[in-house]
Nanobody, 126 residues
Framework: VQLQASGGGLVQAGGSLRLSCAASGRTFSTYDMGWFRQAPGKEREFVAAIRWNGGSTYAADSVKGRFTISRDNVKSTAYLQMNDLKPEDTAVYYC????????????????????WGQGTLVTVSS
């Protein structure tokens, strides 16, 4: 599986962005998906996860109520809708996936994901 993240950019505080993660391969619908982020000088941290069938989602407390994860298995794409962005949301955002039968949802550790995208930079100005 290859993942391609896109949709990052520069936005003012309070604004919105939608990130996309396009997956190659025919097994996308059997993979749990996650989004992580890494700010300069910090460790990569969990943002949100979604079950293989979209039936369950989970978001970190820091983004709950502002960010929404979703997926379209027909398009083999996962999304992260980010609203009310804050300067502290500035980071490189990564999507990741792993076969559903191998994960313990919601998979908040980087080690729980087998495949990673290249990352997309989100910069929020104050």
């Amino acid at each position: 599986v290859q993942l391609q993240a896109s949709g990052g950019g520069l936005v003012q505080a309070g604004g919105s962005l939608r990130l996309s993660c396009a997956a190659s391969g025919r097994t996308f619908s059997t993979y749990d998906m996650g989004w992580f982020r890494q700010a300069p000088g910090k460790e990569r941290e969990f943002v949100a996860a979604i079950r293989w069938n979209g039936g369950s989602t989970y978001a970190a407390d820091s983004v709950k109520g502002r960010f929404t994860i979703s997926r379209d298995n027909v398009k083999s794409t996962a999304y992260l809708q980010m609203n009310d962005l804050k300067p502290e949301d500035t980071a490189v955002y990564y999507c990741a996936c792993s076969p559903a039968w191998l994960t313990r949802f919601p998979g908040r550790l980087t080690t729980e994901y087998e495949y990673w995208g290249q990352g997309t930079l989100v910069t929020v100005s104050s």
